[in-house]
């Protein structure tokens, strides 16, 4: 059966000549061209789209508004968002609510494999072994209700950092963990975070929005006996690749929401391990004592084991809760994103960096067998040259 693809473009100059480039396609692809937000989502309602491709400035609500429609009525169809300013800044931005972007002109072949790029994750996250075993995972951990409070209120319109403090505090032991962790000497800062109020305005209410989350998801695996890797181990090995991977955003000027979803992704990038190791204690110890025997990467060892990763559970998961694509992207491949090249800087770059940086300093969650940098990856992204940059931005030395 052909594609449905939907083609959302107000320059009728640039409408015009991407349908005459994209004709030759007509026999693999259904294609539809309007200028208008409203007309889009006239054909949505109106018949099953498997693509839309809007660029983000357009006349009306604007592209990256119609997209978030999109994904809230439609949330099965592949959305790309282009433009032909492809600031870092916007890219960054799109990609909270596009799976992909595209700078414009692109070509069809370009077009084709972004395409297929983003159907494949799609594809990754509902594969059968994959469901099975989350079937049978008895603590799956649910997203917190106080997550779910700032999120709402974020996006309300009297959204404030003083609404945000006020929803923290009403749960006083998240505040002491809060607090806590700020605090810490993993979290690098240099003066002390004495209230919720401070946190938000020294931090940002994003940084404190998915620390909450953090805390709170790891708060619901307390008690949990018999995991091979201790929580504590688990829940530092992710705040340190987080204030690493929001270190490296910072060093490539890709605006607050990057920087805030580097952050986000990488406290996070592990939240399958949680998960595996804890509800399979048993099975986790065999998964690493194969790695260590067989010398194997963590993911072969656990799909050995499991027939799916950690990092599918945490994609999956992240998925189920609604965070942005480019977070459950950073997360779904952060040991081999050679798989998911994009040029330029990404969130799965931060984190794949900050991930390795932290496992060759620390082993002790790798049963000592750190990932190593993908520089082949790195090259073809353009972004190698930036790694000795990242490596002071992280606070660490060269690896690898
Ligand atoms: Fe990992
Ligand atoms: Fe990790």
Redesign the pocket.
Known sequence: MKKRVLFVIAEPAALASLQSMLAPLANEWEMEFVAKEEEALAILAQSSVDVILSDIHLTGMGGLQLLTEVKSRAPRVIRIASSSCAHRATIVSALEVAHQFIPMPFTAEVLKSTIARAGALGARLTNESLRTLIAGIRTLPSLPHLYQELVAAMGSSTASAEVATRIISQDMAMVSKLLQVVNSTFFGLRRTISSPAHAVALLGIDSVKALVLSVQVFAQFEGSKGAPIPLETMWK?GLI?GTSARDIAKSQDVGSLGVEGAFMAGLL??IG?LVLSTNFPEQYGEVLANLRHDRLSVCDAERAVFKASHEDVGAYLLGLWGVSDAIVEAVAF?HHPGERFQDGFSLLAAVHVA?AL??ASDPT?TSGIPTPIDREYLTACGLAEHLPSWYKAAGRSPVG
Request: aromatic share 0%.
């Open positions: 090995h690749t990038h592990d391990l952060h991930n932290e496992e969650t």
